[in-house]
């Protein structure tokens, strides 16, 4: 059962497009997205979600405001006649893009398991014509994203678009498909396709966030799409299961019933991917380190900076590499 307390707000402490964190009464933190529950002020009494803090799970320690008591009424702007996060009391309307394409060609697809992937790929790729898809298999709104909020202000992303029940991305979409579709349709053929922050993990064979990634896959490819499969890879995960190549990786590949790309630093062992069934493809890494340094953007994965693992750093410039070649 969810967990709620009532608490003032103290102080507003962020404030951006979408999102609003604030410090309460009792110093514990919250956020709030302002398209759900609408402004907060300092002096509001609001509602908050204490679920996650309370498990102490991976959230930073914030509670979600789930509504201002001042309020018997109101009403956030929108339009569309489609609804996200349905059934909730928090659903919202929005306006799907409706694409007139029937296929994705044209379309690459680098498939990543972490968000903090997308944060690497992007900076070492630094393209102008670079998409996010953000699916629904970790948070759902995209405004919660402090690496795509820095991503954007920077330039590394062009566009954004959410999927599924996912939602707040530049562009909303019913379906991978169709957000695939939206983002060619926007001049972003080079997609990234990843969840959102709070990647769920069981430490079971199939209990992870990323297994979406296998039917994802099948479907972009029937449909046209260049798709490969950023590796993830550490030499410093002391988890047995993530260490070298990521179980998640391997899971994810016997699941894919067609054949994709696996981008790999030269000299790197293939043998795993071809008995997979998949393709190899040995390439030139993106010095990953050095160009997240000149960033000025800051990506961490599991708690720690990304730039500090030369393992993940090698797999994922070579991912950046793959999506990067002329389409």
């Not at 044209?106 to 070492?124: D, Q």
């Not at 393209?127 to 690496?147: N, V």
């Not at 695939?180 to 966030?209: E, K, M, Q």
Request: proline content about 5%.
């Amino acid at each position: 059962m969810p967990s709620f307390q009532s608490h003032r707000v103290a102080q507003i402490l962020e404030e951006r497009d979408g999102l609003q964190r604030m410090k309460l009464e009792d110093e514990s933190k919250a956020y709030a997205l302002p398209a759900v529950v609408g402004a907060v002020e300092v002096g509001d009494v609001v509602v908050v979600n204490t679920t996650a803090v309370d498990l102490g799970l991976g959230t930073g320690g914030w509670h979600v405001v789930h509504s201002v008591d001042r309020r018997t009424e109101w009403t956030t702007p929108g339009v569309g006649h489609l609804l996200k996060a349905r059934y909730l009391s928090e659903q919202l309307q929005v306006d799907p893009h409706v694409s007139e394409r029937v296929d994705l060609v044209g379309a690459r697809v680098l498939l990543c398991v972490l968000h903090s992937h997308l944060g690497a790929v992007s900076i070492a790729l630094k393209s102008s014509d670079l998409g996010y898809l953000m699916t629904d298999q970790a948070a759902l709104p995209l405004k919660l994203s402090d690496l795509v909020a820095q991503l954007q202000a920077k330039d590394f992303l062009k566009c954004t678009a959410t999927a599924g029940q996912a939602f707040g991305g530049d562009i909303e979409a019913v379906s991978i498909a169709s957000g695939t579709a939206a983002l060619l349709d926007n001049g972003c053929p080079r997609i990234v396709l990843a969840a959102g922050p709070g990647h769920a993990g069981t430490s079971s064979n199939f209990g992870f966030s990323a297994m979406e990634l296998a039917g994802h896959a099948a479907v972009l490819t029937a449909l046209g799409v260049q798709v490969g499969l950023c590796v993830r890879a550490s030499g410093t995960d002391e988890r047995q299961r993530h260490q070298g190549i990521s179980h998640h990786v391997r899971t994810i590949l016997g699941a894919i019933p067609v054949p994709i790309d696996v981008p790999l630093p030269m000299d790197d062992d293939q043998s795993w991917v071809v008995d997979s069934g998949h393709r190899p493809c040995p390439i030139e890494s993106r010095d990953l380190s050095t160009v997240i340094a000149e960033s000025g953007i800051e990506v961490r994965t599991m708690g720690r900076p990304i730039a500090e693992d030369p393992v993940a750093c090698a797999h994922l410039g070579a991912a950046a590499a793959w999506l990067g070649k002329p389409i």
